[in-house]
């Protein structure tokens, strides 16, 4: 397997991780009564308005696709971040740098592409619950994945060394 197509699957397996973390909080906030309907199920809730009524899926068809979205959308942000940050192996200094990463999502997202489709309001004026849990969790989706992949890059050399040294 090429580096760059590890770098790529380290970084999404990891981003699938992440965005489980995130998920988690966003849940819980949204049971504390923090966020109303989550941002994941607005997106799809938005995709699927136009379709005509006999077709348009129910409401928990809709969170489900939400939830498949996001998910999507993490792996596929975990891929960019495993290929953008090849042979950074200290855990500290990606986990940083993924919690940097995370902060850029939420402000492309939340002040960004979401407030321009009318899909929420931008995180400056939208329910401050919601608004915090959006932010913390993208926090902890760029901190998990920004370690696990300085973990998945050490594991790799590691196992790179063995066959070289071992044959």
Same mark, same amino acid.
Do not use: C
């Given at each position: 397997?090429t580096? +760059?197509?590890?770098?790529?699957?380290?970084?999404? +397996?990891?981003?699938?991780?992440?965005?489980?973390?995130?998920?988690?909080?966003?849940?819980?906030?949204?049971?504390?009564?923090?966020?109303?309907?989550?941002?994941?199920?607005?997106?799809?809730d938005?995709?699927?308005?136009?379709?005509?009524?006999?077709?348009?899926?129910?409401? $928990?068809?809709?969170?489900?696709?939400?939830?498949?979205?996001?998910f999507?959308?993490?792996?596929?942000?975990?891929?960019?971040?495993g290929?953008?940050?090849? $042979? %950074?192996?200290?855990?500290?200094?990606?986990?940083?740098? $993924?919690?940097?990463?995370?902060?850029?999502?939420?402000?492309?997202?939340y %002040?960004? !592409?979401? *407030?321009?489709?009318?899909?929420? *309001?931008?995180?400056?004026?939208?329910?401050?619950?919601?608004s915090?849990?959006?932010?913390?969790?993208? !926090?902890?989706?760029?901190?998990?994945?920004?370690?696990?992949?300085?973990?998945?890059?050490?594991r790799?050399?590691?196992?790179? +060394?063995?066959?070289?040294?071992? $044959?």
């Amino acid at each position: 397997m090429t580096d +760059r197509l590890s770098d790529l699957l380290v970084g999404a +397996r990891a981003g699938l991780v992440a965005t489980a973390a995130m998920s988690l909080l966003m849940l819980a906030a949204r049971a504390a009564g923090l966020t109303g309907r989550l941002p994941p199920a607005r997106i799809a809730d938005e995709a699927t308005k136009e379709l005509p009524p006999a077709g348009r899926p129910s409401r $928990g068809q809709r969170d489900a696709l939400g939830a498949i979205l996001h998910f999507g959308f993490g792996a596929a942000l975990g891929a960019l971040f495993g290929l953008t940050t090849s $042979g %950074l192996r200290r855990v500290g200094a990606s986990t940083a740098l $993924g919690i940097g990463f995370g902060t850029v999502v939420y402000a492309i997202s939340y %002040l960004g !592409w979401i *407030p321009a489709l009318n899909i929420l *309001p931008p995180a400056t004026e939208d329910r401050p619950g919601r608004s915090i849990t959006m932010l913390l969790g993208h !926090w902890l989706f760029g901190g998990v994945l920004g370690a696990l992949v300085a973990l998945g890059d050490e594991r790799r050399e590691v196992a790179s +060394r063995a066959r070289h040294r071992f $044959g």
